[in-house]
């Protein structure tokens, strides 16, 4: 079945950095844009990233742009995050995500990941 | 604070209808049809109920439906069932910097 499943969240201290891992199976992932959201406790999802179907394109919240980057390989079906310089406040549960169409983005996401939490703490 | 609107909490009894609303501005909500609406149980991921406005995906009950007007979106929960209970989240394109934005959720509860 369409599954998503992220890997590599962990504790870390502030200043740190972290890279996370998302395994896609049971759709075509070269056809999908692809994006990471992030959930801090008790809060809303924030969109953190998306990469487009060939990695031609990417785009970064505000709040993360400068300290993250974001890569897929289609190859091996995966997407990741690259996250430098995390600060306490990107504290969150993340989210890899797929967007709801195919070859473009609609910045609506329709299969998410269960997530692997992520806490920089000192 | 989140960068589209929506009442914290919204309250109703099985079979009535509900409105949430999200409010924002002419750079997201006002002038794109990229809104979506996300349903969120604890500690489930979100799942996605309409995308540009009005549309749904496939297995998404036909008694959630989507709209704007102006700045404002609005998702319709019609005939509520014991199971809606939950958070309702709104997003949109911005063509502001960042871009998507998220509401900052409404809790639903089934009275």
């Known amino acids: 079945q369409v599954q998503l499943v992220e890997s590599g969240g962990g504790l870390v201290k502030p200043g740190e950095s972290l890279r996370l891992s998302c395994a896609a199976s049971?759709?075509?992932?070269?056809?999908?844009?692809m994006s990471w959201i992030r959930q801090a406790p008790g809060k809303g999802p924030e969109w953190v990233s998306y990469?487009?179907?060939?990695?031609?394109?990417?785009s970064f919240a505000d709040s993360v742009k400068g300290r993250f980057t974001i890569s897929r390989d289609n190859a091996k079906n995966s997407l990741y995050l690259q996250m430098n310089r995390l600060r306490a406040e990107d504290t969150a549960v993340y989210y890899c995500?797929?967007?709801?169409?195919?070859?473009?983005?609609?910045?609506?996401?329709?299969?998410w990941g269960r997530g692997t939490m992520v806490t920089v703490s000192s | 604070q989140s960068a589209l609107t929506q009442p914290a909490s919204v309250s109703g009894s099985p079979g009535q209808s509900i409105t949430i609303s999200c409010t924002g501005t002419?750079?997201?909500?006002?002038?794109?049809?990229?809104v979506s609406w996300y349903q969120q149980h604890p500690d489930k991921a979100p799942k996605l109920l309409i995308y540009?406005?009005?549309n749904r995906p496939s297995g998404v009950s036909n008694r959630f439906s989507g709209s704007k007007s102006g700045n404002t979106a609005s998702l319709t929960i019609s005939g509520l069932h014991a199971e809606d209970e939950a958070d309702y989240y709104c997003?949109?394109?911005?063509?502001?910097?960042?871009?998507?934005?998220f509401g900052g959720g409404t809790k639903l509860t089934v009275l």
């Open positions: 995500a797929r967007d709801v169409g195919a070859a473009a983005t609609r910045r609506a996401f329709d299969i």
């Open positions: 990469i487009s179907t060939s990695s031609h394109y990417t």
């Open positions: 002419s750079s997201d909500v006002g002038g794109y049809n990229y």
């Open positions: 540009d406005v009005i």
């Open positions: 997003s949109s394109y911005t063509s502001r910097s960042t871009d998507v934005v």
């Open positions: 049971g759709f075509t992932f070269s056809d999908y844009y």
